[in-house]
């Protein structure tokens, strides 16, 4: 079974119609592939609707319409990685090393243990999957896999 970790800057194109949607749609539609993310991604994803209802790209009504779907998605469709100190400790190390954003880094420090998680089991490593080139910059450097769904248009 494939396994994609998505940030929010990913998961966002499955709701939001922009560059890239129908390919993560794709992705996220097809029950072989398992989808991670990090807890935190719910109010990034949150936050991402609220600005985007604000600027006009989408109304009121599909910004709620949106939060729901997400959130009944994460309850029922995701696997979702509570941010433990550890993770946080890693992020800080990422910090030091890449080019991130606090929760850019705590993104790639959830990847990076779900991914080990996998690879001790004897699972074939998860892709990670973001529209941020710095945060894509960073997992490959970390040695993870990648997708820019801004490459699939």
């Not at 079974?1 to 097809?30: F, H």
């Not at 209802?53 to 309850?75: K, M, P, T």
Request: with cysteine; hydrophobic share 45%.
């Amino acid at each position: 079974m494939p396994t994609y970790y998505l940030d929010a800057s990913a998961v966002v194109k499955r709701y939001v119609s922009e560059i890239g949607s129908a390919w993560v749609q794709a992705l996220c539609s097809n029950e072989k592939n398992a989808i991670i993310m990090a807890e935190i991604t719910l109010a990034e994803v949150a936050s991402a609707f609220a600005r985007a209802a604000r600027g006009g790209r989408i109304s009121a009504d599909e910004q709620l319409n949106y939060l729901d779907l997400f959130v009944g998605d994460c309850d029922e469709k995701y696997h979702l990685v509570a941010i433990e100190r550890a993770i946080i400790d890693r992020a800080v190390d990422l910090t030091q090393v890449h080019y991130l954003r606090g929760y850019d880094a705590v993104q790639l420090a959830t990847a990076l243990v779900a991914n080990a998680e996998l690879l001790r089991r004897q699972l074939p490593p998860l892709t990670f999957v973001s529209a941020d080139e710095d945060l894509l910059d960073a997992a490959e450097a970390e040695g993870l896999p990648t997708e820019n769904p801004n490459l699939h248009p």
